[in-house]
């Protein structure tokens, strides 16, 4: 079953397909064109089954088992609580690139009014660029160049605000659910 799972990790269908099937979908021009396709990654599946094999015993299982649990009770009341370090980082890498992602709402957006943050950013700084070849030497030139440059950068604090908010509630986890399937020596 993993082969299969690695098979997709390392041949995709690629844009065209991936396109083509999102408009067949229709979903072009929603939200959900830029969620459903980066909904799962192989990466983060193989992350969650090395912390589930190797942090999880068998026997608090059977354990439960042998005490009546069926398995969805042994899922929410024995593993979901002990997989919160896997499940704070796998927050924390859907966050985060859900967040930085701009080429899917640059590829599945039409309307404006829809567009992701990052994309609004990618033309702030795209423009400022243009600004910065086309203009002159002289003064006011120059103020504009260094208004841009700070609007330029206090975008960037604030687009990455959210991020750098959420990441010290989730650090106590991060590093415990980051070193699985490291060598432990």
């Known amino acids: 079953m993993t082969a299969y799972i690695v098979f997709t990790m390392f041949f995709s269908g690629g844009l065209i397909p991936t396109y083509l099937l999102v408009k067949n979908l229709g979903m072009i021009n929603t939200m959900w064109a830029l969620i459903i396709p980066g909904a799962v990654s192989v990466w ?68 404006r009014d829809k567009y992701p943050l990052q994309l609004f ?5 795209i423009k400022s660029e243009v600004d910065n070849m086309a203009g002159s030497m002289d003064l006011s030139v120059q103020n504009h160049l260094m208004e841009t440059e700070a609007i330029k950068y206090a975008i960037v604090i ?28």
């Not at 950013?121 to 700084?125: C, D, K, S, T």
């Not at 604030?158 to 020596?185: D, E, R, S």
Request: hydrophobic fraction near 50%; proline fraction near 5%.
């Open 44 to 111: 983060n599946i193989i992350i969650m089954r090395t912390f589930f094999q190797t942090s999880i015993p068998n026997e608090i299982q059977e354990s439960a088992s042998i005490d009546g649990c069926s398995n969805l009770q042994t899922l929410w009341k024995i593993v979901i609580p002990l997989s919160m370090p896997v499940i704070a980082v796998m927050i924390l890498f859907y966050g985060v690139g859900h967040w930085n992602a701009y080429f899917n709402g640059l590829i599945y957006l039409n309307d």
């Open 121 to 125: 950013l990618r033309e702030i700084l």
């Open 158 to 185: 604030v687009a990455n605000l959210p991020v750098l908010m959420l990441y010290p509630f989730l650090q106590k986890y991060f590093t415990k659910g980051f070193m699985v399937g490291a060598i432990k020596g």
